[in-house]
């Protein structure tokens, strides 16, 4: 058990529909990442947040949105869903700002499919 | 464009022999790599690093070999156990920017 948990698990939605993804980082972590796992693909950097700010931003879609709260936990929010969005969403945390080196501790994941 | 690239999706060995994960990567600009391996059902967990200031690091039955000229890294285990099937990710990061993965590597201990 890394400390770092995401709820739900599973989410089966439809096409165009709006869902929220949420996740609690470990314990003392200041820093969330946010990452998309597609099909047969590696996990692919969305956004960072520490302390609730905004710290990067990769390959993250219009639709797409996160936030940090002041409990620190985040919520990463995808709109206008299409097909492709369908993936494994993971969420992790760090101590530190920036990733650096820093090891992150990843949470279960959400498995969202999209009809 | 995928920067970090594990040409073998998925790799079965004998439980007592050695497993070899590979991983090649483009940018050359990355200067520290890591591995992390993912049960089903769980998040990925790290398992070892390496800077590009070094060519091994060991950490009892792992260790990870990297060759900067050929930008190409590798995980060896020994022995290989059954509690090693997973899927292993290779990762890849620059300093101050974020990680690159692998598309993963599944391992298949057979005892």
């Known amino acids: 058990d890394s400390g770092v948990t995401q709820t739900p698990k599973h989410l089966i939605t439809a096409t165009g529909q709006r869902v929220t993804l949420r996740c609690s980082p470990r314990?003392?972590?200041?820093?969330v990442y946010w990452y998309q796992q597609s099909l047969d693909q590696g996990l692919q950097f969305l956004i960072q947040?520490?302390?609730?700010?905004?710290?990067a931003k990769g390959n993250i879609l219009e639709r797409f949105s996160a936030q940090q709260f002041p409990d620190l936990h985040s919520e990463l929010n995808l709109s206008s869903l299409e097909l492709g969005d369908s993936a494994l969403y993971f969420c992790?945390?760090?101590?530190?700002?920036?990733?650096?080196?820093?090891?992150?501790?990843f949470g279960p994941g959400t498995r969202l499919t999209v009809l | 464009d995928q920067q970090v690239k594990q040409n073998s999706p998925s790799l079965s060995v004998q439980e007592g022999r050695i497993s070899i994960l590979n991983c090649d990567y483009t940018?050359?600009?990355?200067?520290?790599f890591l591995w992390y391996k993912k049960y089903p059902a769980e998040g990925p967990t790290f398992l070892i690093s390496?800077?590009?200031?070094?060519d091994k690091n060991e950490d009892g039955r792992f260790t990870v070999f990297l060759n900067k000229s050929a930008k190409h890294l590798s995980l060896h285990i020994v022995p290989s156990q059954p509690g090693d099937s997973a899927v292993y990710f290779c990762?890849?990061?620059?300093?101050?920017?974020?990680?690159?993965f692998g598309p993963g590597t599944r391992l298949s201990v057979l005892p």
């Open positions: 940018n050359s600009m990355f200067d520290y």
């Open positions: 314990s003392g972590d200041l820093s």
């Open positions: 990762a890849a990061i620059r300093y101050g920017q974020n990680f690159v």
């Open positions: 390496i800077s590009s200031i070094k």
């Open positions: 992790a945390s760090s101590v530190a700002s920036g990733p650096l080196y820093n090891e992150q501790f």
């Open positions: 947040y520490y302390n609730g700010e905004e710290r």
